[in-house]
């Protein structure tokens, strides 16, 4: 498998729900973001977790990062309609250049 | 907020023909990039750019692809001679420094090679 795989690929929920996408990845890094695209658009950035840090939190969003089994968790609570997108972690090493998973999309119901 | 530019925002190009793809990154950032996404896959890295040359590419990178800087603001990505498996959505993204920071994305062009 490649560096940055999320899974599930796809995920659909109802409105006040919570989301929970997985991203596993295979070398060492320095740090993994989060990146939102919704559809056609370019790519937001969420948050981003260094490597020494376990958890981080930016209002509805939770990610956590275990450096032992190489895999993150990205949590949206309480999800709304306008959260549906595609979501994408990146993991970033110690040179230059991103490398992205092939990403979530998540539908969030009304 | 300061924010990443780019133009056009679609181009359409007959295969063998050249395009340049325009970014105009964050003023103050250092480092600039090129990624790519095919239609429902994943982004590709392409290109960085720090200092006025490559600092690193992919495979996808080949001598049909250039990238250059020609002024203080703008950072371009040429495709000499397009083929039909280039279309695809091309990012512009600018960082401001090291320390392995956030990387700031531009809408994307959507190239259509016909």
């Known amino acids: 498998s490649q560096q940055g795989e999320e899974d599930p690929q796809a995920l659909s929920i109802q409105e006040g729900e919570n989301a929970t996408m997985n991203c596993s990845y295979k070398t060492s890094i320095n740090n993994l973001q989060w990146y939102r695209q919704n559809s056609g658009r370019g790519l937001v950035h969420l948050i981003l977790i260094r490597s020494n840090e376990r958890e981080k939190h930016s209002g509805r969003l939770r990610v956590t990062l275990d450096t032992s089994k190489k895999s993150s968790s990205l949590l949206i609570t309480a999800s709304r309609a306008a959260d549906t997108a595609s979501y994408f972690c990146a993991t970033v090493n110690y040179g230059q250049n991103f490398v992205f998973g092939p990403g979530t999309r998540l539908s969030v119901l009304p | 907020e300061p924010e990443v530019t780019q133009t056009p925002s679609h181009q359409v190009t007959q295969m063998g023909q050249e395009v340049i793809l325009r970014c105009v990154p964050i003023?103050?950032?250092?480092?600039f990039y090129w990624y790519r996404q095919i239609l429902g896959q994943k982004v590709e890295f392409l290109v960085s750019?720090?200092?006025?040359?490559?600092?690193?590419k992919s495979e996808i990178f080949d001598d049909q692809f250039s990238v250059e800087r020609p002024d203080g603001s703008n950072f371009t990505l040429k495709i000499r001679s397009t083929k039909l498996e280039d279309s695809a959505m091309y990012f512009c993204?600018?960082?401001?420094?090291?320390?392995?920071?956030?990387?700031?994305f531009g809408p994307g062009t959507r190239l259509t090679v016909l």
């Open positions: 993204a600018s960082m401001s420094g090291q320390g392995w920071g956030t990387q700031y």
């Open positions: 003023s103050n950032h250092l480092y």
């Open positions: 750019f720090y200092n006025n040359e490559i600092s690193e």
